[in-house]
């Protein structure tokens, strides 16, 4: 099954920079040079790789990666139809052949198989054998791989071969600093800064806290998401609970403990 998603944007979407990712992905995609973005979840990748493709007025194809994902989900399959059997193309095919930004989404839960076929796209040579065709696509001109993951998450199982890793060039992406961090929150939400201001200084408090309990803590994305709760007529601090603290974990300790920090912040 094809799980991507195809975007044309005409406009560019808001993205707040954290300090020269932009100009350094446009220069790679000057150079065809693939791209890596790490950081943790919530912090504007996706939103990264959107705004830099309606900069660069291509068009994006997206894929989140799964644990099943097959070298076959990204290149294209057989299919049988009433004409008999017709070759379909997976999204990194569709993306080779018309010049897309293509996005692989937590590219490291994608089975080890997988990210195999992306060598030959992702150095010099620029292109994709479809064994199963026998075709060898060369790359459209606007064609280029980006693909994204979260170093929290790694563990021995789940990290790039090495080999894979060295075709990209790697831009390390956080959260961003309290005044952008407060600055997308009233943008995105519409709330005024007052507000956008505690919830930042709520998630500083939280990211000083040790990680022992929390596999992540809060995200750029959850801020926006409780400033949005706030708009919409919800207290600031029963938003917290709904779109902080009950997100981020489902241990009754730990929720207190951050309820705890909400009580003191907001
Ligand atoms: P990621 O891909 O890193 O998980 P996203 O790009 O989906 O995160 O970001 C989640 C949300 O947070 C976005 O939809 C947007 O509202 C907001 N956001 C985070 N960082 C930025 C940023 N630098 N500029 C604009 N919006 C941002």
């Not at 894929?63 to 076959?72: E, K, P, R």
Request: glycine share 6%.
């Amino acid at each position: 099954m094809d799980h991507s998603e195809q975007k044309h944007l005409e406009q560019v979407p808001y993205y707040a920079e954290q300090g020269g990712e932009a100009a350094l992905f446009a220069h790679a995609f000057a150079q065809r040079l693939p791209v890596l973005i790490k950081g943790p979840t919530g912090c504007g990748k996706t939103r990264f790789v959107e705004h830099m493709a309606a900069r660069l007025g291509r068009p994006l194809i997206t894929v989140s990666c799964h644990d099943d994902l097959s070298a076959a989900d990204l290149v294209g399959r057989h299919l049988i139809s009433e004409r008999g059997t017709v070759w379909a193309d997976g999204p990194l095919t569709r993306a080779v052949r018309t010049g897309a930004i293509c996005y692989l989404d937590e590219v490291v839960e994608a089975r080890k198989d997988t990210t195999v076929v992306l060598h030959p796209l992702a150095d010099d040579r620029r292109v994709l054998p479809i064994e199963r065709t026998g075709e060898h696509i060369a790359a459209a001109p606007g064609f280029m791989l980006v693909v994204s993951y979260n170093p929290g998450y790694q563990n021995v199982l789940k990290s790039l071969k090495p080999s894979t890793r060295q075709r990209f060039i790697a831009l390390n992406f956080d959260y961003p600093v309290p005044e952008v961090e407060q600055a997308i929150v009233t943008r995105e939400s519409g709330v005024d800064a007052a507000v956008a201001q505690r919830l930042v200084a709520l998630a500083q408090a939280l990211r000083r806290l040790t990680a022992q309990d929390l596999e992540e803590t809060v995200s750029t994305r959850l801020l926006v998401m409780a400033a949005r709760l706030v708009v919409s007529g919800i207290t600031l601090p029963t938003a917290c609970q709904a779109a902080v603290v009950d997100a981020l974990t489902d241990d009754a300790d730990t929720a207190a403990a951050l309820a705890e920090v909400v009580a003191a912040v907001i």
